[in-house]
């Protein structure tokens, strides 16, 4: 089973606009860590948000907020006043504390942000 | 350096090449990862080093795919006998703590990765 499902492939959002990523989960641990990377063209994975599986408050950095739904498993991304630079592929993961601790990545969402 | 650095950036090998792929981690940072990414596909995990030790393996596609950290450092990840399925490109990251603690501390930090094409 997928431990990490995005749903949508690509996305568009009107500059200045505000716009939703998509991000499910499925995990049995208790403990776990939910990320958001960004992926420009040029490769690298950049760390944009970070929320613990036992944080109250839903995480925020900047114009990025993570919308964090614990029952239903659910971890979208929100980025408000869109810029040309948001431009990129977006990739949701999970760390859990058993075996290497790696990060289990969705198949990302490539966003379009329109002039 | 500042961030986790990769090199060679690009890199063309002809079928039955050898590769060897350099990562060189964010200062201090004991856990050390390698992922494999397919185009228009999320990262899978490769490999994990916390210092020294390589404590899972268990993505390594094959025999060919080797890595190392043998001074709990630089890590190189070769790859022998290259083949066409093998081209991707392969990321190196680094976190600071070596468990799953949930604090922003443990957030892995990626290099640009090594685009390696076989053909």
């Known amino acids: 089973a997928q431990k990490i499902t995005q749903t949508q492939p690509g996305m568009f959002v009107q500059e200045k606009e505000a716009v939703t990523l998509d991000c499910t989960y499925d995990?049995?641990?208790?403990?776990?860590?939910l990320f958001w990377y960004k992926q420009p063209s040029s490769g690298e994975m950049i760390f944009l948000i970070y929320?613990?599986?036992?944080?109250?408050q839903n995480a925020t950095e900047g114009r990025y907020s993570l919308n964090f739904q614990k029952a239903r498993k659910s971890a979208n991304l929100v980025i408000s006043a869109s810029q040309l630079g948001d431009s990129a592929m977006y990739f949701c993961?999970?760390?859990?504390?058993?075996?290497?601790?790696?990060?289990?990545f969705g198949t990302g969402t490539r966003l379009t942000v329109i002039p | 350096g500042a961030g986790v650095s990769q090199s060679p950036r690009y890199k063309v090998a002809k079928r039955g090449q050898d590769v060897a792929l350099r990562c060189d981690p964010i200062?201090?940072?004991?856990?050390l990862f390698w992922y494999q990414q397919a185009l228009g596909q999320g990262p899978e995990f490769l490999t994990y080093?916390?210092?020294?030790?390589?404590?899972?393996k268990s993505g390594l596609p094959s025999d060919r795919f080797f890595a190392e950290r043998p001074e709990g450092s630089v890590s190189t990840l070769k790859i022998q006998r290259t083949q066409q399925e093998d081209s991707a490109v392969y990321l190196c990251?680094?976190?600071?703590?070596?468990?799953?603690?949930?604090?922003?501390?443990?957030?892995?930090?990626f290099g640009e990765g090594s685009w390696l094409t076989v053909v």
């Open positions: 990251a680094s976190s600071l703590v070596s468990q799953a603690t949930y604090s922003s501390g443990n957030t892995i930090y």
């Open positions: 995990t049995s641990d208790q403990s776990y860590g």
């Open positions: 929320q613990g599986s036992y944080d109250e």
């Open positions: 993961a999970m760390r859990e504390p058993t075996g290497a601790n790696n990060l289990f």
């Open positions: 200062s201090g940072h004991v856990s």
């Open positions: 080093f916390q210092n020294e030790a390589q404590l899972d």
